[in-house]
Every structure is written in C-alpha cells, then in structure tokens.
C-alpha cells in the first residue's frame, strides 16, 4: 500500500513524495469527502434519526433537506474522480 510522506531537507526545501496507486488516491479522497459530506449534513440538523424518519414519510416539509443531502451527496463521485496522475516535470537539461 502506498502513502504519501512530506521530507524536510537541511537546506529547507521540501519534497513531497506519493507511492499510493491511482485506485488508493481516489479511494483515499473519497473517504475523506464523504466524512466532510457527513459533516456537513450532520450541521445543517439532518441526522441518522430525521433522515430515517423522511425517508419514512414522518417529517413534514422534508423535500428541501432531501433535496439539499442529495447535493451534496453527488459532489462526492464528481470530488472523488478528480484524483488523477501528473507527472512529475522533466529538470531542464535532460
């Protein structure tokens, strides 16, 4: 499994280095955008308990947190297929 490691050099630059597959970045990212997803619909007051009870017909008035979770919750795909490879650049001389 890859990972991703910042080193500090003594001269006080940095390299950053990422060993992690294209299928571990996208898996990685998408992890961490639906927490923040979650997060989000958690602080807007739509958690597990309201969501149960929409979905169950018990809330009035419930299309526009529907609506607003639904939103979100397409972001994360289009978020998550944003990972793609770049090449590092060719030093000049080479």
């Keep these: 499994m890859g990972k991703k ?27 961490r955008i639906r927490e923040l997803i979650t997060a989000k619909i958690l602080e807007a007051g739509y958690d597990e ?8 017909g018990l809330v009035d008035n419930a299309e526009a947190g529907k609506a607003y979770i639904a939103t979100l919750r397409a972001t994360t795909n289009d978020e998550a297929d944003a990972v793609q490879f770049v090449p590092p650049p060719v030093p000049e001389g080479l």
Excluded at 49 to 56: D, G, M, S
């Design 49 to 56: 308990i309201w969501q149960r009870n929409a979905a169950l």
């Design 5 to 31: 490691t910042l080193y500090h050099r003594l001269d006080g630059t940095s390299v950053f280095e990422d060993t992690r597959t294209i299928d571990e970045a996208h898996e990685e990212n998408l992890t």
